[in-house]
């Protein structure tokens, strides 16, 4: 069973529950009314239809991410350094 993973907006007007593994990191398009907080994502049509993206910065519990990727690295900024993260 995994484990529930807690977060919140800045604020503590909206706290969240996840009960399943966390399988991604993304940008977000919904936010808190009240203070801004970007918190969720998600594409009903897309490639992951079905998923719930998770504001990384939103998590009150501790997260450590298993796989990484880098992406779109052909407009990366000139001094970042793949290798250095």
Known sequence: ???VTQGSCLCGAINY?????????THTR???SRCGSSLFWSDANGLYRGWVSI???TLDTPFVARN??????????????????
């Open 1 to 3: 069973m995994d484990a």
């Open 17 to 25: 529950q996840v009960s399943t593994r966390l399988k991604a990191v």
């Open 30 to 32: 919904q936010f808190c």
């Open 55 to 57: 504001a990384l910065g």
């Open 68 to 85: 990484q990727a880098h992406s779109c690295l052909e407009s990366k900024a000139a001094w970042f350094c793949e290798d250095s993260v």
